[in-house]
């Protein structure tokens, strides 16, 4: 149980051109789900928190207008990097949890973003 | 401000010994912690938890402990299998619903035959 789904695996784009990424819990009803960012051989970094119909919540740091996360039903989020430059690659990864306490979160496999 | 650290990059233990991941942090808020296995190009998967009111919890072949007043915690692995091999990340939550985690840079375990 508990399968977070992330969709796509892999995007190669050319600079300028907006980016989604999708987020989807499978088997359990997703009360919040996050966004994270990795580089190479460092930690998650959180980006944001996503509440089911309630704005995200952004890290400080974070660029809003850069990174639009719309969290529109209780197994979808989607992650969107618009006018993406080469500095917004990386490895984006989304996980989310279910509402009952001490739930973990469950994390989806992760994107690979390169902007060319 | 690393709050959460993993200060061993890399361990190789030998298949069928216990394998020993430490974590320490700096947050006295923390009051759950997490520990998750990463393969490359895969999310993390998680392993095992355990909040502020317990000093140890045992799921099979994993088990972690936490020591409060050092602000540590380890998660062991017994027997180690070659399977067992990625990176493992602690992360840790100032609330106990596992909320806002807070990553350690992670630790990758290499388990030898």
């Known amino acids: 149980g508990a399968v977070v789904s992330q969709h796509p695996s892999w995007v190669i784009c050319k600079s300028g051109t907006s980016v989604k990424i999708e987020c989807r819990s499978l088997?359990?009803?997703?009360?919040?789900m996050f966004w994270y960012r990795q580089f190479p051989k460092q930690s998650l970094m959180l980006m944001a928190t996503s509440n089911e119909g309630s704005k995200a919540t952004y890290e400080q740091g974070v660029e809003k207008d850069k990174f639009l996360i719309n969290h529109a039903s209780l197994t979808l989020s989607t992650l969107t990097v618009t006018s993406a430059h080469p500095e917004d690659s990386s490895f984006y990864i989304c996980?989310?949890?279910?509402?009952?306490?001490?739930?973990?979160?469950?994390f989806g496999d992760g994107t690979r973003l390169s902007i060319l | 401000d690393q709050q959460v650290k993993q200060n061993s990059p890399s361990l190789s233990v030998q298949e069928g010994r216990i394998s020993i991941l430490n974590c320490d942090y700096t947050n006295s808020m923390f009051d759950y912690f997490l520990w998750y296995k990463k393969y490359p190009a895969e999310g993390p998967t998680f392993l095992i938890s355990i909040s502020s009111i317990k000093d140890k919890n045992e799921d099979g072949r994993f088990t972690v402990f936490l020591n409060k007043s050092a602000k540590h915690l380890s998660l062991h692995i017994v027997p180690s299998q070659p399977g067992d091999s990625a990176v493992y990340f602690c992360?840790?939550?100032?609330?106990?619903?596992?909320?806002?985690?807070?990553f350690g840079t992670g630790t990758r375990l290499q388990v030898t035959l």
């Open positions: 992360a840790a939550s100032p609330t106990g619903t596992a909320s806002k985690l807070t």
């Open positions: 088997d359990f009803q997703a009360t919040t």
């Open positions: 996980s989310a949890r279910g509402g009952a306490p001490n739930q973990p979160q469950h």
